[in-house]
Nanobody
Framework: QVQLVESGGGLVQAGGSLRLSCAVS????????MGWFRQAPGKEREFLGA????????YDSDSVKGRFTISRDRTKNTVYLQMNSLKPEDTAVYYC???WGSGTTKPREYIYWGQGTQVTVSS
């Protein structure tokens, strides 16, 4: 069992930056991947990227590549999503999720989900 808690969301002006955190608890050892997703009202959940917990291998989405970066700190049991050059269209609820094995873009393959954190980008 893995528990995930996101934090770091809020209101930011366009062009600004935010760093989201996802605290991982429970079974923190093992070969699993952490993914970041977002969902805006009326839209499907969108894959942003993933990172493997043990090896730190990252999988980036082309839609945010160059602006968003995923990292993890195993000593703090935390995964991060650094978001730069934010745009109003980045406004959404951001979720972290976990699955066993390698990362994937498909939300339905992730087993554990956090409650989400709201990010609002003003123009």
């Amino acid at each position: 069992q893995v528990q995930l808690v996101e934090s770091g969301g809020g209101l930011v002006q366009a062009g600004g930056s935010l760093r989201l955190s996802c605290a991982v608890s429970g079974r923190t050892s093992g070969n699993y991947a952490m993914g970041w997703f977002r969902q805006a009202p009326g839209k499907e959940r969108e894959f942003l990227g993933a990172i493997t917990w043990l090896g730190g291998n990252t999988y980036d989405s082309d839609s945010v590549k160059g602006r968003f970066t995923i990292s993890r700190d195993r000593t703090k049991n935390t995964v991060y999503l650094q978001m730069n050059s934010l745009k109003p269209e980045d406004t959404a609820v951001y979720y972290c999720a976990a699955k066993w094995g390698s990362g994937t873009t498909k939300p339905r393959e992730y087993i554990y989900w956090g409650q989400g954190t709201q990010v609002t980008v003003s123009s």
